[in-house]
């Protein structure tokens, strides 16, 4: 047997909330103590549903705000944030159009928008926590763009002030087996997502070792026994790490047009892999995997 005992490993589920598949793969996975935290979305239709269910099933579950301004609505008013909506109130600006508007001369206005939409969410995060007494212990964002300078201070101030994990996704590329299959196998968008994320990283320290940008919803038995690898091998100091997920259960019934989306969120919804990743952590083997490597499952505030 391998011996990491001190690592710890924390599987953590991303657009919580988003719909009914997604909703049904958390649940399934929290069940079966495969899955041990996810980030929810406050602005999409299925969030209280989200809320609700995970606290009348695992109320000690680790839950953090996937704070989002690229998809869906906004919490806030349309009207008192312009520069984020268009005509018909939803998100219309993708992660480099926010990269672009925020070195332009309206960043400051654009930023002072930002905010407002982040603090309705929180706040709406804090009510969903205290009708369902939840455990809300971290923050990330939808697509990353929290790490985008100065989305990145605001959401870092925050979760400093009110000790919230905030996600670093700062990615090893792990041992050579690791990255030669990631270059056979993975798509371009991929590394360069991850050099852009490294880029605004750089001067942020990394508390958690994190995995989820070069397979971003395509985690199969392969990639996560590659990871539990690198993992075990890291000489690092963290200790703890997360794999980002994005699981759905396409056997729930659930009606496209109740989804409130980008196209883009549209598409990655709908595809096989999100399903694929929901029946590797159900799969006995995953069970295996971690039991052979002696990691323990943890969630944040764990």
């Known amino acids: 047997m391998n011996n990491i005992k001190s690592k710890k490993l924390i599987i953590n589920a991303d657009d919580f909330g988003f719909s009914p598949a997604v909703n049904s793969a958390i649940f399934r996975g929290a069940a079966a103590g495969n899955i041990t935290a996810a980030s929810l979305m406050v602005n999409m239709p299925f969030a209280e549903d989200a809320a609700r269910n995970i606290h009348d099933h695992y109320n000690d579950f680790s839950l953090g705000l996937h704070f989002t301004i690229?998809?869906?609505?906004?919490?806030?008013?349309?009207?008192?944030?312009?520069?984020?909506?268009?005509?018909?109130?939803?998100?219309?600006?993708?992660?480099?159009?926010?990269?672009?508007?925020?070195?332009?001369?309206?960043?400051?206005?654009?930023?002072?928008?930002?905010?407002?939409?982040?603090?309705?969410?929180?706040?709406?995060?804090?009510?969903?926590?205290?009708?369902?007494?939840?455990?809300?212990?971290?923050?990330?964002?939808?697509?990353?763009?929290?790490?985008?300078?100065?989305?990145?201070?605001?959401?870092?101030?925050?979760?400093?002030?009110?000790?919230?994990?905030?996600?670093?996704?700062?990615?090893?590329?792990?041992?050579?087996?690791?990255m030669i299959k990631l270059f056979q196998t993975s798509f371009p968008q991929g590394f360069i997502k991850r050099a852009i994320l490294n880029?605004?990283?750089?001067?942020?320290?990394?508390?958690?070792?994190y995995f989820g940008i070069l397979e971003s919803g395509r985690i199969d038995e392969y990639s996560l026994q590659e990871i539990i690898n690198t993992i075990e091998k890291d000489k690092s100091e963290f200790g703890l790490y997360e794999?980002?997920?994005?699981?759905?259960?396409?056997?729930?019934?659930?009606?496209?047009e109740s989804l409130c989306c980008s196209a883009n969120d549209y598409d990655f919804h709908h595809s096989h892999n999100r399903t694929k990743e929901f029946q590797t952590l159900q799969d006995t083997k995953f069970q295996d995997v971690i039991k052979n490597h002696n990691i323990k499952l943890t969630g944040f505030s764990n």
């Open 70 to 178: 690229t998809s869906g609505k906004p919490v806030a008013e349309p009207a008192k944030i312009p520069l984020l909506v268009d005509s018909k109130g939803m998100f219309q600006i993708g992660f480099l159009g926010l990269i672009r508007i925020l070195k332009s001369k309206k960043r400051e206005q654009f930023l002072q928008q930002i905010q407002i939409e982040f603090f309705a969410q929180m706040e709406l995060m804090d009510h969903f926590v205290t009708k369902y007494r939840l455990r809300f212990d971290h923050l990330d964002s939808h697509q990353h763009i929290h790490v985008i300078s100065g989305i990145f201070d605001l959401l870092k101030t925050l979760s400093e002030k009110r000790n919230l994990t905030l996600r670093v996704p700062r990615e090893n590329f792990g041992g050579l087996k690791r």
């Open 243 to 256: 794999i980002n997920i994005h699981p759905s259960d396409f056997s729930v019934a659930q009606n496209d």
């Open 199 to 209: 880029r605004y990283l750089k001067p942020s320290r990394q508390k958690i070792g």
